[in-house]
């Protein structure tokens, strides 16, 4: 994710992050990706095994990966 310097003043400078790098660009089509596939009634394997393969195809180096869910007790 790239960062941008805003300068309002002489004495303070804003880091603002933009989405504009590769970085940013995967985030947000991953991002793309699950809400459109949750939405489309994906079951959550489904969702939990595409999101490991695009961290893959993204570079991250994935050598395992756990989710879990919040349940109520019975």
Same mark, same amino acid.
């Given at each position: 994710?790239?960062? @941008?310097?805003?300068? *309002?003043?002489?004495? $303070? #400078?804003l880091h603002v992050p933009t989405f504009d /790098?590769?970085?940013g *660009? $995967?985030?947000i089509e991953t991002h793309i990706? $699950? !809400?459109r596939e949750g939405l489309g009634g994906a079951t959550? @394997?489904?969702?939990f095994d595409g999101?490991? #393969?695009r961290l893959i195809i993204h /570079? !991250?180096?994935?050598?395992r990966a756990h989710t879990a869910m919040e349940t109520l007790h019975p």
């Open positions: 994710m790239e960062t @941008h310097i805003l300068d *309002r003043s002489s004495d $303070a #400078q /790098g590769p970085l *660009r $995967a985030i990706w $699950a !809400v959550a @394997h489904d969702l999101y490991c #393969q /570079g !991250v180096p994935l050598w």
